[in-house]
Every structure is written in structure tokens, then in C-alpha cells.
């Protein structure tokens, strides 16, 4: 069972919008940094956002991400088959002195 | 360009050691916290351990404290873990990774696999 919540599967249409939540509790998403990955099949995970909402270099402005007291979220525009992958949240939990993550949504474009 | 690249994984009998290296390169390593973050056939991501960039800070996820440790080597540029009584759900792909502002990691090695198994 992972600290943080975030739905098994999502799925949406070529072109649309998707959005991916992460529920976690005051002793860490609600204090801390929230980053964002995504997993090819077979690749190492990848960082779309780091520190709530901002991007590295590279990614596109379709990835974005928002926080809200004890949720974040990862919103995805313009979805491309590409896009297909595990996504995940990460972040630091101040009561168990350890990094998280979420247990990974899985995306899926119809 | 940013490299890190796993070594040390194979197979390995339950209570039995391994000791994991992952070299750094295209980077100041001293300047960033590292990680060993796994992941279970078929499952997801699990956060294994932290180490900041002068090896003063050391944190541990309770399913592995007492029983792997972390090290640098700033001046190899070079990541470890040792990990010692290992258990079959200790089976993973380990990754290493580079730290990025508050524990986020942007770059990620291949990975390497570890299977505790009799």
C-alpha cells in the first residue's frame, strides 16, 4: 500500500486533456515538493515536473502540475499516443524521514 | 553529457549479500544528492535510499534500515549500496538517480537487476 494515492488507470482520446491525481497527508505532499515522472515500458522513469509545477528542460508545456493542500496533480494536453506510460508521484515524507512515491497510473490513449 | 551506469546486480540466495555501484559521469557529483530507487517486477516505484552530495545526510525507507547501507565516493564519482540479508521481496531493478531541487531525480541509470531467489 503506497503512501500516496493515485488511480490505477486513465484514459482518454487522441487530442484531449487528461489529468492524473496524487492524495497524500500533511506530513507530505501537504509540506513538501511534489515531483512528477513518466515510465516507457522497459525505460527508466523520466521527470516531467519537479517542485510542484516546474519543468525541466526538454519537456513540453503540454506536461503541467498543480498542488492543493494534501493533492497534487499532472495535468496532460494535446495527448498523444506517445504518451502512453506509467506516471508517477514522488515526494518527501517529513514523519517517515523517506522519499514516496505513488503506486503509478497508468494512461491509456484511446 | 549526464551518465550514471549500474553495476553489481545478479542472482543471490535469501540472507546472502550484493553490493551495488553506480559511476558517475558529465556531471560535479558532489554537488547533487543521489538515490536508489526500485522497482519490483511488474510493480512500482519504491524509494530505497537518499545520500546528500557531501555524504553527511544519510536516509533509509524502513523496509531496508538495518540492512543497506549508502556511500559516495566524490572523488570516483561513484554511488553504492550495500545490501546485506537479503530477501526475496527485495527483488527489483535498482536504479540510481540524480537529485534535482527538493527530492525530485532527473537523470536515471538503466538499472540493474537483483534477484534473491533459492
Known amino acids: 500500500q503506497s503512501v500516496l494515492t493515485q488511480p490505477p488507470s486513465v484514459s482518454a482520446a487522441p487530442g484531449q486533456k487528461v489529468t492524473i491525481s496524487c492524495s497524500g497527508s500533511s506530513s507530505n505532499i501537504g509540506n513538501n515538493y511534489v515531483s512528477w515522472y513518466q515510465q516507457l515500458p522497459e525505460t527508466a522513469p523520466k521527470l516531467l515536473i519537479f517542485e510542484n509545477n516546474k519543468r525541466p528542460s526538454g519537456i513540453p508545456d503540454r506536461f503541467s502540475g498543480s498542488k492543493s493542500g494534501t493533492s497534487a496533480t499532472l495535468g496532460i494536453t494535446g495527448l498523444q499516443t506517445g504518451d502512453e506510460a506509467d506516471y508517477y508521484c514522488?515526494?518527501?515524507?517529513?514523519?517517515?524521514?523517506?522519499?514516496?512515491f505513488g503506486g503509478g497510473t497508468k494512461l491509456t490513449v484511446l | 553529457q549526464v551518465q550514471l551506469v549500474e553495476s553489481g546486480g545478479g542472482l543471490v540466495k535469501p540472507g546472502g549479500s550484493l553490493r551495488l555501484s553506480c559511476a558517475a559521469s558529465?556531471?560535479?557529483?558532489?554537488?547533487?544528492?543521489m538515490s536508489w530507487i526500485r522497482q519490483a517486477p511488474g510493480k512500482g516505484l519504491e524509494w530505497v535510499s537518499y545520500i546528500s552530495g557531501d555524504g553527511s545526510a544519510i536516509y533509509y525507507a524502513d523496509s531496508v534500515k538495518g540492512r543497506f547501507t549508502i556511500s559516495r565516493d566524490n572523488a570516483k564519482n561513484s554511488l553504492c549500496l550495500q545490501m546485506n540479508s537479503l530477501r526475496v521481496e527485495d527483488t527489483a531493478v535498482y536504479y540510481c538517480a540524480r537529485g534535482k531541487g527538493q527530492l525530485a531525480y532527473d537523470y536515471w541509470g538503466q538499472g540493474t537487476l537483483v534477484t534473491a531467489s533459492s
Open positions: 514522488g515526494t518527501w515524507d517529513s514523519s517517515l524521514s523517506a522519499g514516496v
Open positions: 558529465g556531471f560535479t557529483f558532489s554537488d547533487h544528492y
